[in-house]
């Protein structure tokens, strides 16, 4: 089974947008995702991104243009100023919490994907907090899951662990934007690659010969 992994940010409105058609790849190519959660204001400013709060005005009114036509074009349901992103001065790891609760349910073998994607629309079209440990409890059992079991493990040391890791990982491969797809070691960014993604999954299931 080829296998891709997924470095994002569990605050990236990109990340939300590209998930339906991420996984729609992955499933008709029979593929394994791994999702890898890591701290995003930490990494990207060493590789070359630049965090939305540190951006010019401009380029921020300009990244709430492309989230608007990108809402449009998918027909997802996005605010695109919600009510509990933090613009400015956030509170220390808030949006932290929610990528360890995805590692939480990756490792326990449950659809880790499926709680993903819950948190992000709760966060990007419900108005919802995700920095709050009662929200990221309902959202999990809302979708089927042990809510108090997965943000009970997101302070366990496998999870911690595998969180530092991924964003040492992030940081040697280069990532500096979320959602960033690797596949055997070469890099996709951003939702509006998914195409090139799906071409390349596809090569690689290609007869020999052809």
């Known amino acids: 089974m080829i296998e891709l992994s997924c470095f994002y940010s569990l ?15 992955v499933r008709r190519h029979r593929a394994r995702l791994v999702l890898k959660p890591f701290d995003f204001q930490e990494v990207v400013p060493k590789t070359g991104g630049v965090p939305i709060r540190t951006r ?47 590692i939480a349910a990756q490792a326990a073998g449950l659809d880790a994907f499926l709680l993903s994607h819950a948190i992000l629309r709760a966060l990007w079209a419900e108005e919802r907090d995700i920095a709050d440990a009662g929200v990221r409890r309902a959202i999990a059992d809302e979708n089927g899951f042990d809510g108090a079991a997965l943000v009970a493990a997101e302070s366990s040391e496998p999870v911690q662990a595998e969180y530092r890791r991924n964003g040492e990982e992030a940081e040697r491969l280069g990532v500096f934007g979320s959602p960033t797809i690797v ?28």
């Open 183 to 210: 596949l055997d070691g070469e890099l996709f960014w951003g939702q509006d690659r998914l195409d090139f993604v799906d071409r390349a999954l596809a090569r690689r299931q290609a007869p020999a010969g052809n």
């Open 11 to 25: 605050s990236s409105p990109w990340a939300y947008l590209g998930g339906p058609k991420l996984q729609d790849i």
């Open 56 to 102: 010019p005005q401009p380029r921020r009114d300009y990244h709430a243009v492309e989230l608007a036509r990108w809402r449009d074009y998918l027909g997802l349901p996005l605010n695109v100023t919600p009510r509990h992103y933090p613009m400015q001065n956030p509170v220390p790891n808030w949006n932290k919490h929610a990528g360890w609760t995805v």
